[in-house]
């Protein structure tokens, strides 16, 4: 049973998006059709040294889903069952890019249900072009100034650019 805001179905897909990439963007525009309404909750984790702040990495999501009206970009700094509670959402979308996300996607969904039993996860898997993408990858690639345009949009590659300057 989805869980509606108003008569709408509303899903949540968190992350840290350290940047975001179009892998993730694939999942936010698949997602958005799916759900009426989709938030994009940006992780402060502080247990991960992050190139971008928490206010960066929600501005970038911003500028880079700008033509998606029913995708608001929220950020959060506490359990995630804690926020959804908090939101009155039920739904959480994750992305899964190979077998390997897959183990510690089920650990994470099924924490999360355990700690509140309303909660449902639905996986999206990655398009195969995105399958590898990963914001570590584009960020070791940025670091040597790789080319990134293939991976990220031109505002996240500005904003890369910007973090490893030439020099």
Known sequence: ??????GITVAVYPGSFDPVTY???DIIHRAAKVFDKLIVAVLNNTSKNALFSLEER?????KVTADLPNVEIDG???LMVNYMKARNVRLIVRGLRAVSDF???????STNHKLNPDVETFFMTSKPQFS???SSIVKEIAKFHGP????VPAEVEEELRKKYPQS
């Open 1 to 6: 049973m989805m869980r509606q805001e108003h």
């Open 23 to 25: 892998g993730h963007l």
């Open 58 to 62: 929600m501005e970038l999501l911003r």
């Open 76 to 78: 959060f700094r506490d």
């Open 103 to 109: 183990e510690y996607e089920l650990q994470m969904a």
């Open 132 to 134: 590898y993408l990963s």
């Open 148 to 151: 990134v345009e293939d991976l």
